[in-house]
């Protein structure tokens, strides 16, 4: 079974930063693409960043330019570099693989709440 868990958020102010982690056990990382994902009440989830198995990566508009994401299949592990934070980007976050179907997708984890806030 594929879990994740995810760690490294917490209370920050505006304009600070936070890198979020993410460990999978299994499964072989490697293979596949991955992404974080955020929520925030009454909102669907929506996928904010994205690193395929070569290393490509993609952003959504509003993170770009402030977020990286990167990741160690050594490790089993993928991050998300967060700088510039503002108050938009309080959620709870979540790393998942990105799959052909959203049914092949394994559940997710408990996630990770983000708190921008003065």
């Known amino acids: 079974q594929v879990q994740f868990v995810e760690s490294g958020g917490g209370l920050v102010q505006p304009g600070g930063s936070l890198r979020l982690s993410c460990v999978v056990s299994?499964?072989?990382?490697?293979?596949?693409?991955m992404g974080w994902w955020r929520q925030t009440p009454g909102t669907r989830r929506e996928l904010i960043a994205q690193?395929?198995?070569?290393?490509?990566?993609n952003y959504a508009t509003f993170v770009k330019g402030r977020f990286t994401i990167s990741r160690d299949n050594a490790k089993n592990t993928m991050s998300l570099q967060m700088d510039s934070l503002n108050v938009g980007d309080t959620a709870v976050y979540y790393c998942?693989?990105?799959?052909?179907?959203?049914?092949?997708?394994?559940?997710w984890g408990q996630g990770i709440q983000v708190t921008v806030s003065s």
């Open positions: 690193i395929t198995s070569n290393e490509s990566k």
């Open positions: 299994g499964t072989n990382i490697s293979k596949y693409a």
């Open positions: 998942n693989l990105i799959t052909p179907r959203i049914s092949d997708r394994p559940n």
